[in-house]
């Protein structure tokens, strides 16, 4: 159980599996964001169509409605949503940061007033490890503070201390077998800090690692810079996970230097409100110019969408507010962003990893460039 397998590598690219109680998951692969026990807009008979390997859910989401201990009672998250695959928890630290107007924070936990109703919680270490466990996912991660961008290097260096401090207390309460444990890297942008971190929670010994604390508003070349530093001293068996990143291009360079795992709310976001992701970059399809296009949404995809529907009959839905247009375009992004992942992979395995990622840029318009 949770034996990570390096099947092959490109570079530093890397194609390995990580076995789980839930089945095994193949990897680099990226995770669909069940925030609420449910990916929006996509029932699990679809996420397994698309080949979602693992979805995660939102530990603070899911401890507050319908509560922590209502899943256990009803036998777990699995059962709760049925889904029979892997699933990982996050651990509430990102909330700590996303709603920082709500939270008092110090070494012993965090105090915060709900976003639904404005009641009182208090959220540690411990609390995480005991709803992560009551959820019964098959990855369960630490408890730490994700800090913001800028941040002065004093600040940052709080920010780690604790996270390792928070780390420690995790290990030590988390009593689940059948639950792998992910530590969590923090740092800001300093290498230095960046480089601290990693030592102090690979000596704590877990089963995977998260990096954390970036996709947060820096520049693409600072989180680039960032990965580049840590990947000479991540442990090579176990799994590297990329919290919060699902652009493309942020997929194609995170496996270039060696990440394995990725999530994001970026696909289901983007397709409810009309973004779609193909090959050649992004289409926003309620533009007056799909009006009378009557080609699919990309020619190359081969989801459900493209298969089946053009883009001036997908633009008719969202101008009608119609659901099925959040939910065709949910299912398009999703199919997209699952299958890069699995095309890298096969890419590593065929030792043509830099030509993958010299056709994707060759075809993909980057607005961010």
């Excluded at 599996?17 to 929006?40: N, Y």
């Excluded at 989401?61 to 059962?79: C, M, N, T």
């Excluded at 604790?162 to 059948?178: G, I, M, Q």
């Excluded at 800090?193 to 030592?199: I, K, N, V, Y």
Aim: glycine share 8%; hydrophobic share 35%; aromatic share 10%.
């Amino acid at each position: 159980m949770f034996e990570f397998k390096l099947e092959a590598v490109c570079g530093r690219a890397r194609a390995g599996e990580f076995a789980t109680p839930h089945g095994i998951i193949k990897t680099p692969v990226f995770m669909p964001v069940g925030t609420q026990a449910s990916v929006k807009a996509m029932s699990p008979d679809e996420l397994e169509e698309i080949n979602a390997q693992i979805i995660l859910g939102n530990t603070y989401h899911l401890y507050l409605r319908p509560s922590d201990e209502l899943i256990a009672e009803a036998g777990g998250l699995h059962k709760f949503m049925n889904w029979k695959r892997p699933i990982l928890t996050d651990s509430g630290g990102f909330q700590v940061f996303s709603l920082a107007k709500l939270n008092k924070i110090s070494d012993k936990g965090v105090s915060c007033r709900s976003h639904i109703d404005g009641s009182e919680h208090f959220m540690s270490p411990e609390w995480s490890m005991k709803v992560q466990e009551n959820l019964g996912s098959d990855i369960a991660m630490c408890f730490d503070q994700c800090g913001a961008y800028p941040a002065t290097h004093e600040r940052a260096e709080e920010e780690l201390r604790r996270t390792s401090l928070w780390a420690r207390r995790c290990k030590n309460s988390h009593k689940r077998e059948d639950q792998a444990l992910f530590g969590i890297v923090q740092g800001s942008f300093y290498e230095d800090l960046r480089l601290r971190s990693a030592r102090e929670i690979i000596d704590l010994d877990f089963n995977g690692y998260g990096i954390g604390g970036l996709s947060v508003g820096e520049p693409r070349e600072v989180m680039y810079n960032m990965l580049d530093v840590l990947n000479p001293v991540m442990p090579e068996h176990t799994p590297r996970y990329l919290m919060g990143v699902g652009y493309p291009a942020d997929i194609v360079e995170g496996i270039a230097r060696g990440i394995d795992m990725f999530d994001c709310v970026m696909p289901t976001r983007n397709g409810r409100n009309g973004t779609l992701f193909t090959q050649f970059g992004r289409v926003n399809i309620k533009a007056n110019c799909y009006a009378r296009d009557f080609r699919p949404v990309d020619e190359t995809c081969g989801c459900y969408l493209c298969r089946n529907f053009t883009r001036a009959y997908l633009r008719h839905l969202y101008q009608a507010g119609e659901i099925l247009a959040a939910r065709l375009c949910t299912y398009h992004n999703l199919y997209f962003t699952i299958k890069l992942a699995e095309r890298a992979r096969q890419a590593i395995i065929d030792n043509r990893f830099n030509e993958f990622r010299e056709d994707f840029y060759a075809k993909f318009k980057d607005e961010r460039a």
